[in-house]
Nanobody
């Protein structure tokens, strides 16, 4: 069973930045597709960003495109989410997730991911 541990959340003012990190356990990190999702109070969990195993393919939700950057270091076995120009509506618990494949038609779907972290809280004040 892969364990995912997120870190880097916190409280930030609107317009500020945060960087989230996620370090899955397991020896084959470099073969995983990694995604970030978020869930705001009273709302469903939603897709934020995805990166394929090599880092050569990334995709973003429209709401974060141009502000967030997903990246990975296979040497460090870590995936990152750099969040810039944060807005109050970005406030949510952010989850890291693993998928064993990259599917260009379904990467934003929760069912594509088989392991999830516990989440890290991001709060953006206005």
């Amino acid at each position: 069973q892969v364990q995912l541990v997120e870190s880097g959340g916190g409280l930030v003012q609107a317009g500020g930045s945060l960087r989230l990190s996620c370090a899955p356990s397991g020896r084959t990190f470099s073969t995983y597709t990694m995604g970030w999702f978020r869930q705001a109070p009273g709302k469903e969990r939603e897709f934020v960003a995805v990166i394929n195993w090599s880092g050569g393919v990334t995709n973003y939700a429209d709401s974060v495109k141009g502000r967030f950057i997903i990246s990975r270091s296979n040497a460090q076995k870590t995936v990152y989410l750099q969040m810039n120009s944060l807005k109050p509506e970005d406030t949510a618990v952010y989850y890291c997730a693993r998928s064993l494949r990259y599917d260009s038609m379904s990467y934003q779907m929760i069912r594509e991911y088989d392991s999830w972290g516990q989440g890290t809280q991001v709060t953006v004040s206005s």
